[in-house]
């Protein structure tokens, strides 16, 4: 849609404008303003917006079963992420957003959780939280063989007994024998010790003394886990332990399993568990404590029902017969607050095998009780979001104390919403007002007006309109004044009216102390002309002269120099077999390598010189031929080269082998022998193989320099490498081609003399 202006302001204003320049530039505040109104339409946070969004960006290609909430909330998200220089109308498939399950929406969640909810339970199991063989078990914890009590008796007589239940559940106490406690709880125990003790201690009957039993360690204990579980089998527990905890070490149910309908068999009696009194309202099973032998079977659930949409937990929960609805919503947590106030779906497999859909009432007429349905094995509930977007807001972003999203409610103009949002700053630019109007179908249209804050009040507003103010450091470059040279930190620095030289100093960290002294350079524009103006400074560090507090322009550039008597110390290295091998700082720019040698006090005595290795970091030289025993011999010679920051030299020992690589038999290192050629070393290698580039072999001496065959200038010497190359692959004869050829030529001719033959005839 085109864009309407309206402009009061003077051209010039207009002009001061440079929207594509600014600090935040007009894409970014419609965009920003587009993510706000997003947001309050579809009722998010920016956090949720934001992940939305990113998903959204890395969709690849649309998503089946479409509703009219996954729909309307695409359309909002494809006009956030067109921004506002988007064409209106383009061609191409829309990419849909759905919701799914509320388990499902966070993009940061790696691993999906198990469907069904008892199975998440178990999904994590930390069996440390069960190993404590001691301090767990209540008072109706049932004793047996291996179990410890403690004894406390206290008043007119103290004393305590720690006892062990032997194999037949007795225990020996001093004076009564023994005594039979296995199968009591602690209070039945306690009992019967009590009886038997009063025989012992008078004060017991007469009510003078007291007498106590509590639980130390617990013997093992036999459990057996059985049916529709994912381990089953038999577990041999230490401490009091409940039926949870067989749960837990059978790794939960399996995906038709029961948690609801378990049995727990003890000796013959059977006792009906259900796993859901305790995870959904946190209620103790009965019985409680497991006891040597139980056994616990679980059989297959009588319905699995899968709920997702907007609640709380969306699972496959395991319901009863009887119930339904109500019951489901509740073990998922209830709806949440932007539920919509919908009927829901049901999915439903009927009794001739053909799935299908039924309407059901809306989620708070079951919560209430209003309505009735009982579910079935295999049945999916949707409890829909809702997709009722807030329509009575406006938003306002820039320079106003609080910029957001407020009620549209009596606002019809930018005065009064600038009202609601407590007012402009005193940094607001109103040479320049964007409304931005946002349509439902993703596409939006912009209102430009040029005004004072006179004129806000005739600016209308609809509902959803987006208003963009603007700050004058939106609007403005700030200038800038740069130093280089001798300071700490050379560069760009915004400029602030009456700066001096010395505070840009200052603020690029100050002088180093190799700066030419009291010397500065300004490099400033000349008006109206295509040419810079030197200023050369001569007091920049002496304060009292007016120099100091030259002024600087914006745009000045200021340079200053470097001492020129000033030397950076340059350092080399000296490995290797020097008397005093280091590094050592040359003493003035260009000194030679025979000076440096000297003050490293020369060579050992088992030095090999002509082996020296020469080595220029600078520019990646590398290694360079230098013959050394020729710069000492004649410190005149080009040998003898200056040496510069980074050179580095390694003098080795002698060595007595002259290596022979490339194309030859064998590969190898010779022992040198003095005066011999560079065909001796390759015929001692195997010589020359077939694919050998004869005339291109190429000597390294042991100091560096190269010489290639035909200019050998010296011969080999002690440490040199001699490298032949590789050629081509000869071509094979061609015996039969060249015989053919012959034959030929030798036919041509034959025919040849007996034609002129012929003809003399």
């Known amino acids: 849609m085109p864009i309407t202006y309206r402009s009061k302001a003077p051209l010039f204003l207009l002009l001061l404008v440079p929207l594509s320049m600014a600090s935040q530039t007009l894409e970014e505040k419609v965009t920003q303003a587009r993510k706000m109104q997003a947001e309050s339409m579809l009722g998010m946070d920016s956090a949720v917006m934001d992940s939305l969004v990113a998903e959204k960006k890395n969709q690849n290609k649309a998503s089946t079963g479409r ?47 198990p469907k069904r909810y008892e199975q998440r339970v178990f999904q994590s199991i930390d069996r440390s939280i069960f190993s404590s063989a001691s301090g767990a078990a209540g008072r109706d914890y049932v004793l047996g ?41 602690l209070d039945g125990a306690r009992q019967v010790l009590k009886q038997r003790l009063s025989k012992v201690y ?30 089953p089998g038999g577990f041999v527990f230490s401490g009091a332990s409940s039926a949870l905890t067989a749960l837990y070490y059978a790794k939960g149910p399996t995906d038709i399993g029961t948690v609801r309908n378990l049995i727990l068999n003890r000796a013959g009696t059977k006792y009906p568990l259900d796993l859901y009194k305790f995870l959904m309202h946190g209620d103790v099973l009965t019985p409680n404590a497991l006891q040597d032998g139980d056994v616990i079977f679980a059989g297959r659930a009588e319905a699995l029902v899968d709920i997702s949409g907007d609640v709380g937990r969306a699972a496959v929960y395991e319901l009863k017969k009887g119930e339904g609805v109500k019951e489901i919503l509740d073990f998922a947590g209830g709806i949440n607050a932007t539920a919509a106030a919908h009927k829901m779906t049901l999915q439903r497999i009927f009794p001739d095998g053909k799935p299908g859909y039924v309407d059901l009432a809306v989620p708070q007429d079951y919560i209430s009780g209003k309505a009735k349905m009982e579910l079935q094995d295999g049945d999916k509930i949707v409890v829909e979001k809702s997709s009722e977007m807030a329509l009575n807001f406006l938003t306002i972003t820039g320079p106003v104390k609080y910029p957001g999203n ?27 007002v964007h409304v931005l109007r946002f349509n439902p179908e993703g596409s939006s249209k912009m209102f430009a007006y040029s005004l004072d804050s006179t004129l806000m009040e005739s600016i209308p507003l609809k509902p959803r309109d987006n208003v963009l ?75 009292p002269r007016s120099e ?105 020992e002698r060595l007595n082998t002259v290596k022979v690589i490339g194309e030859v038999g064998f590969e190898t290192s010779l022992l040198l022998k003095e005066g011999a050629s560079v065909q001796y070393y390759i015929e001692s290698a195997g010589g020359f193989t077939r ?32 490298y032949i190359p590789q050629g081509p692959e000869p071509k094979p004869i061609d015996w039969l081609g060249g015989i053919n050829g012959i034959l030929g030529t030798l036919g041509v001719a034959a025919a040849i003399i007996l034609s002129v033959q012929a003809i003399k005839n």
């Open 691 to 722: 694919r050998s580039e004869k005339n291109r072999v190429v000597v390294q001496y042991a100091n560096g320099e190269t010489s290639r065959d035909g200019y050998f200038n010296r011969k080999p010497d002690a440490g040199s490498v001699i």
């Open 202 to 231: 008078s004060g017991i009957s007469r009510g003078s003394t007291s007498i106590d039993v509590s639980l130390g360690k617990t013997g093992p204990m036999r459990v057996f886990m059985l049916g529709e579980v994912k381990l």
């Open 67 to 113: 509703n009219r909430s996954a729909l309307t909330e695409n359309v909002i998200l494809d006009s956030l992420l067109s921004g506002p220089g988007a064409p209106e109308a383009q061609g191409g498939a829309m990419t849909e957003y759905t919701h799914g399950d509320s388990s499902a929406k966070s993009t940061l969640t790696h691993k999906t959780p």
């Open 406 to 432: 407020y009620e549209s409610t009596d606002v019809t103009t930018v005065d009064q919403l600038v009202a609601k949002a407590g007012g402009l700053r005193e940094d607001a630019f109103l040479s320049r």
């Open 469 to 543: 103010l603007y700050s004058l450091k939106d609007m403005y470059l700030p200038d800038s004044v740069e130093i280089s040279g001798a300071v700490f930190y050379p560069g760009k620095f915004e400029f602030r009216e009456g700066m001096t030289v010395m505070d840009l100093v200052m603020q690029a960290g100050g002088l180093l102390p190799h700066h030419e002294s009291g010397k500065a350079m300004v490099f400033r524009g000349a008006l109206r002309k295509h040419s810079v103006e030197q200023i050369t400074l001569n007091a920049i560090d002496s304060q």
């Open 145 to 185: 063989p291996g179990d410890e009590i403690t004894v406390s008796i206290w008043g007119d007589k103290e004393k305590e007994y720690n006892l062990d239940l032997n194999r037949d559940g007795k225990v020996f106490m001093e004076g009564i024998g023994l005594v039979a406690l296995a199968g009591q709880n």
């Open 548 to 652: 100091t507090h030259f002024h600087l322009n914006p745009n000045d550039f200021v340079q200053i120099p470097i001492d020129p008597e000033w030397y950076q110390k340059e350092i080399v290295s000296l490995e290797g077999l020097f008397i005093h091998p280091g590094k050592y700082s040359l003493l003035y720019p260009g000194e030679k390598l025979t000076s440096v040698v000297q003050r490293a006090g020369g060579f050992k005595a088992n030095a090999y010189i002509e082996g020296g290795r020469f080595f220029r970091s600078k520019d990646s030289v590398g290694r360079v031929g230098v013959d050394m025993r020729k710069a000492l011999e004649k410190p005149k010679s080009k040998s003898n080269i200056p040496l510069i920051g980074g050179d580095s030299i390694f003098v080795p």
